[in-house]
């Protein structure tokens, strides 16, 4: 539907530059609009049965409730709030701020085509909410699902922080042109291709060993058994480092600063933001997984040394 609309747009020529010259007001109306919907969240989450709350919202303090959210997956009959907001209005609106900016920046600079940085960009983040999207069924196992509540920590980033800041690339080459020659373009694009590529065979091989673990296409991977009933892979994708898809979100993360030259930190906040939060992350898995299997983990991990990058951390 947003493709229809978008297109739509384009065809009677709709004005997109109109983005980036109320890129602010937008901004603001979408922090309003995440903190209004936060209290409703909270306010219902008031009248939901115990068994429906997180664990980590229900601390008794009004303003870590409200931030962290108590109820953990709020519905309106059979629609998931969460489970919405997580994939759809943030993504499709950083793609159509990315597409925004990319005709400011032919407005801006007198351009008849878009820059080849910007295109990169553009197609590089197009790519990874394409890849979301499709795979959105994987989004069930994440942590946001499973373990957080719906609260305004969840609602402010996506709404309001996925799609405007996500999209800083593109918004610094709307003032900042990079001209980027064809053996550096082709050199960024096997970078982003290979971070890809990581990310999606690995979590691939995730999830089609959650959903069968005895499939015949999966019987090369070698398993560690728990005392859950679970295995544990320590072979394939799984067996290079712990958290092989977050390897591959940071690659491409770099793969999609480095288009805009290094001549300001702005477009690499994405990527030093990102380090931050999957190392934060990656931290609250391994507490998570060594409560959860015991001495299996323990197991893995000598197994398996390395968390997120080989040979470094």
Known sequence: MCAVVLGVAL???????????????????????????????????WRVPADDLAPEGNSGSYVYDFFI???????IRNFDLKYFCELRPGLMGWVVINLGLLFAEMNVQNRNVPSLAMILVNCFQLLYVLDALWNEA????????????????????????????YSLQAYYLVN???????????????????????????????????????????????????ATGKSLIVSGWWGFVRHPNY????????????????????????????????????????HQCRKKYGVAWNKYCQQVRYRIIPYVY
């Open 11 to 45: 065809y009677n020529e709709v004005n997109l530059s109109y983005i980036y010259y109320h890129l602010l007001q937008l901004a603001i109306s979408a922090v309003v609009f995440a903190f209004l919907f936060s209290i409703y969240l909270y306010a219902r989450s």
């Open 69 to 75: 959210g108590r109820e953990l997956n709020p519905r």
């Open 138 to 165: 994987g989004i069930l196992t994440t942590m946001d699902i499973v373990h957080e509540g719906f609260g305004y920590m969840l609602a402010f980033g996506d709404l309001v922080w996925v799609p405007f800041v």
């Open 176 to 226: 900042h042109p990079n001209e980027l020659s064809w053996p550096l373009a082709l050199a960024i694009i096997v970078l982003n291709t290979v971070g890809y590529t990581i990310f999606r065979a690995s979590n691939s091989q995730k999830n089609a060993f959650r959903r069968n673990p005895h499939d015949p296409k999966l019987a090369y991977l070698k398993t560690i058994p728990t």
């Open 247 to 286: 390897l591959g979100d940071l690659i491409m993360a770099l793969a999609w600063s480095l288009p805009c030259g290094f001549n300001h930190i702005l477009p690499y906040f994405y990527v030093i933001y990102f380090t931050c939060l999957l190392v934060h992350r990656e931290a609250r898995d391994e």
